[in-house]
């Protein structure tokens, strides 16, 4: 469904089949760029998912620097993997924007991760959706408006759904209130990975 607001959410748009197709992008990324823990910007209080990237930038917070996209990898120093052409495909059946993401930042969840509300704010072009992509055990997801305090949505996102947050949902407060857990069998492990595909400087 697709509200006024600009809020796509499409629930099982990717089969088990493409579900597969996606993770073995994902383990393909790790081997190359693991998963590293983000921290908070001043705290340097950490966040509770470990992060990667795939694509020419990726999205990194540490406390020195703060939140930031950057061509390489914060431990390694290597630049990211590239962002597999099915992304890019998924990018484009469902935007109409002029160009490819450059960032697909891939978000690690074990069952007590959480997601604190937040808006993503640090692409410098606000026209392009992000897309977000869900794989694994279901988690709660809760999207509200442009203020904190504005009431928000709650929405069970489960392995293969996909949503796009465009329009004025773009700038929208969002986050991830809990992993349910064993709800999926995609994964060996339990838990839950969401990739945000993301264009950050205007086309
Ligand atoms: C998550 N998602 O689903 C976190 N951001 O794990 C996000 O933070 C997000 O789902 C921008 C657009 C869509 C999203
Ligand atoms: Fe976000």
């Not at 431990?75 to 002029?98: N, S, V």
């Not at 305090?149 to 949902?169: C, F, H």
């Amino acid at each position: 469904m697709t509200d006024a607001a600009g809020l796509r959410h499409l629930p099982g748009y990717l089969n088990a089949r493409e579900q597969t197709l996606v993770l073995q992008r994902v383990r393909a990324v790790i081997s190359d760029a693991p998963p590293f823990v983000p921290r908070m910007p001043r705290t340097g209080r950490p966040f509770s998912v470990r992060m990667t990237n795939c694509g020419p930038l990726g999205w990194v917070s540490d406390q020195a620097g703060g939140y930031r996209y950057q061509a390489t990898h914060p431990e390694t120093g290597r630049p990211w993997p590239a962002m597999p052409p099915m992304l890019i495909d998924l990018w484009r059946a469902l935007t109409a924007y002029p160009a490819q993401p450059e960032a697909c930042l891939i978000n690690f969840y074990a069952a007590g991760a959480r997601m604190g509300a937040h808006r993503d704010a640090d692409e410098e072009d606000k026209a392009a959706p992000v897309v977000s992509i869900s794989l694994g055990d279901d988690a709660i997801f809760h999207v509200g408006g442009a203020r904190r305090n504005d009431p928000k949505q709650r929405i069970r996102l489960r392995s293969g759904d996909v949503v796009v947050l465009g329009g004025a949902a773009r700038m929208a407060y969002h986050g991830i209130d809990r992993i349910l857990p064993a709800t999926s069998r995609l994964l060996a492990e339990s838990g839950r990975i969401n990739l945000t595909l993301r264009r950050v400087n205007k086309a």
